[in-house]
């Protein structure tokens, strides 16, 4: 009775197994169907593509062309468009917008290189072509790595910094991607599950933010908008292994280069964020003591999403003071 109560049981585990081994490569597969699009198919018309050394970034302008350059770097998975309210405000109170696409997200040509300081000389590249002043640098979450690098490598394109409930990394000792993630189809599974899969969108959404009910349709179209695009599940799966350990050549993961930062510094936060949570802003000002820091009450680690008006007032607000 027991032996057969135990084959029972293992057929039973065997069948879950093999369902779960189903499930997992059905979603690959779906990925791999829906990703056909050109990126010119899906891009919208405000935006244009920039050429630098390692192929074309998406940006979108906006404001006057004498106006002081604000550069937007957006978060993981987001793009240029989530900054979308907070372009608007900030044309419309004279600043020349230039949100960008960070590879490789949105719509910018897709390299495999993703550590911060080929993002910086991405996007260096960018304002060198566009005969940018210097300019204004505001990084979110993810993007604040690649922008604070930007800002270290090339001091003459920044006449400022503000870091935005930054994903900096700078609390968690240094290390390696887990091996377990050397396997590149291994990585495509889990981007097929999460990142690129539309219905998780929402969930990991509300997952980043604590008004939950701003997970609203808009947003979550705006982030799906781009990843039918050709390969996105495989490309996304490249920047993974990158993501996932510590970017040891970069100037902006030594605690002690921020000491050396000349340009003036403002960090806005959402108290409420648990993804990169108040407390790192307080450590981040203890090795920024001249940085002035705006605690965002009851706003999330998206606070731009999740408030526009209230975010783009202390936007408005911090680049005034600066």
């Known amino acids: 009775m027991i032996s057969k ?8 585990c065997l069948a879950l197994l093999v369902l779960a081994v189903v499930t997992v ?36 302008e906006k404001g006057p062309a004498t106006g002081t350059p604000v550069v937007l ?49 991405r996007v260096n590249d960018v304002l060198e072509r566009l005969n940018a002043p210097p300019a204004i640098i505001v990084g979110h979450s993810f993007g604040a790595g690649a922008a604070t690098e930007l800002v270290m490598r090339y001091p003459a394109r ?31 599974m889990l981007v097929s599950l999460t990142v690129t899969n539309p219905l998780a969108t929402k969930t ?5 933010i604590a008004k939950k009910d701003r997970a609203l349709p808009e947003y979550v179209e705006i982030l799906q908008r781009p ?5 996105s599940t495989s490309d996304i799966a490249d ?14 993961a030594d605690r002690a280069a921020y000491a050396r930062l000349k340009q003036p510094v403002a960090m806005l936060w959402g108290d409420m964020d648990d993804v990169t949570p108040l407390a790192q802003a307080r450590d981040l000002n203890v090795l ?3 940085a002035h820091l705006t605690v965002l009450p009851g706003l999330g680690h998206i606070p731009q999403i999740e408030s526009p008006d209230q975010f783009n007032d202390a936007l408005l607000k911090a680049l005034a003071n600066l």
Request: hydrophobic share 40%; proline share 7%.
């Open 5 to 12: 109560i135990l084959r029972i049981a293992l057929k039973a």
């Open 73 to 121: 770097f957006h978060g993981t998975a987001a793009w240029s468009e989530l900054w979308r309210r907070t372009t608007d405000a900030l044309a419309d109170a004279g600043y020349r917008v230039i949100a960008l696409d960070l590879p490789p997200f949105g719509f910018s040509d897709r390299p495999g290189s993703y550590t911060r300081p080929d993002q910086a000389q």
């Open 288 to 290: 920024l003591p001249q």
């Open 239 to 252: 920047w993974m292994y990158y993501f996932v350990g510590s970017d040891r050549g970069a100037a902006s």
């Open 227 to 231: 990843l039918t695009r050709q390969n």
């Open 25 to 60: 490569v059905g979603f690959r597969l779906a990925a791999s169907a829906r990703e056909t699009a050109g990126r010119g198919d899906l891009a919208p018309a405000t935006g244009q593509w920039v050429k630098t050394r390692s192929g074309e970034v998406f940006i979108q």
């Open 204 to 208: 990991l959404l509300k997952s980043l």
């Open 158 to 188: 920044a006449r400022s910094l503000v870091l935005v409930d930054a994903a900096l990394g700078l609390t968690a000792e240094p290390s390696d991607p887990p091996s377990v993630l050397k396997p590149k189809w291994l990585r495509e």
